[in-house]
């Protein structure tokens, strides 16, 4: 369904390591020809969950998952990006402040042509 119309908006967030919808730096792609996949989950990923309260412990946290693509996302007219909390501030500050590269996923998100990132002041203190 995806595939087969335009894409009005895509609201999005960051993950501590810097991934956007589990396309973590380990298998992040920015040419993908795929729309969505399964991906095997990093660490860091996995333990962002139990961070956020969406798991208890890391062994309930499954070790992939599906997700949509870096190319599918970009795809959006409209991308909005909320980043709350102090465990973002380094992803942050590497998406704003790194070069464009899958090593931060969220740096791509500085070529979309109409994309807005909402920070609170925890989010942004590195900046």
């Known amino acids: ?35 969505m996949k399964v991906v095997e989950l990093d660490h860091s990923c996995r333990q962002q969950q139990v961070n956020d309260g969406c798991f208890q412990t890391l ?14 996302l970009m795809r959006g007219k409209r991308l909005f990006c909320m980043v709350p909390g102090p465990t973002k501030a380094r992803a942050i500050y590497h998406m704003l402040k790194d070069p464009i590269g899958t090593f931060c996923p969220a740096t791509i998100l500085r070529q979309h042509p109409d994309a807005t990132l909402y920070l609170d002041q925890e989010s942004a203190s590195l900046l």
């Open 59 to 72: 062994e309930e946290v499954p070790e992939r998952a599906y997700t949509l693509t870096i190319p599918a």
């Open 1 to 35: 369904m995806i595939d087969s119309g335009e894409i009005d908006l895509v609201a999005m967030g960051v993950g501590e390591n810097g991934h956007i919808a589990f396309n973590d730096p380990p298998v992040a792609n920015f040419n993908d020809p795929e729309t």
